[in-house]
Every structure is written in C-alpha cells, then in structure tokens.
C-alpha cells in the first residue's frame, strides 16, 4: 500500500503565493509519478501538475508558469509551489500516487485552497 497525506492549503489573497506539500509513506519504491489534482465544486477533477520518477514534470495548461512541482526523494515529499494565485484557483488539491502495485493509484484526503479578498 502507499499513502499520500497532503498538507498547506488554506485561505489566500489574490495574486498571493502557497505551498502544499504531499508525504509519501508506505510502498514508495512502487510509486513512478506523484501528482497535484484539483476539483472546484461543480467542475470535474483537473491536473495541476505531476512529477516521474525521473523528473520529468507536467502541468495543466491554466497553471503553467505559475505553479511549479518538486519533490525531495530523502524525504519522500513532493511540493507544489503556486504563485501569481487567482480566485479561479479555489479547489480541493489532492495528491495522487501513480504506482505499479494498484492500476488507480491512490489519493490523498484533498486539502482546501480558497483565493479570496
């Protein structure tokens, strides 16, 4: 099994900055790409970004230059720094682990982000 458990959300301006954080435990040598998903109510769940194992990242095309992904392998932790943060921005941000024990992945509890004046 792996477990992602995301943490840093909460409430900030616009054009304000953040940074979420998604740990990592359990099976971690079965895990290829760790990802940052967002669902506004109403709307389906988007990417926001994802990182491989190699490095390599992605990013949705409304984040891309404003958000940027990273991760520390010594600590198993993958971050999302989002920057330039605008209202459209609110969502609950989940972490997703792509893994070759479970064909779905898995999800972390989803952490609130709200861009609000």
């Known amino acids: 099994q792996v477990r992602v458990v995301e943490s840093g959300g909460g409430l900030v301006q616009p054009g304000g900055s953040l940074r979420l954080s998604c740990a990592a435990s359990g099976n971690i040598a079965s895990i290829y790409a760790l990802g940052w998903y967002r669902q506004a109510p109403g709307k389906q769940r988007e990417l926001v970004a994802s990182?491989?194992?190699?490095?390599?990242?992605n990013y949705g095309a409304s984040v891309k230059g404003r958000f940027t992904i990273s991760r520390d392998s010594a600590k198993n932790t993958v971050y999302l720094q989002m920057k330039s943060l605008k209202p459209e921005d609110t969502a609950v941000y989940y972490c997703h682990a792509s893994s070759t024990i479970e064909d779905l992945g898995f999800w972390g509890q989803g952490t609130q982000v709200t861009i609000s004046s």
């Open positions: 990182i491989t194992s190699a490095g390599k990242t």
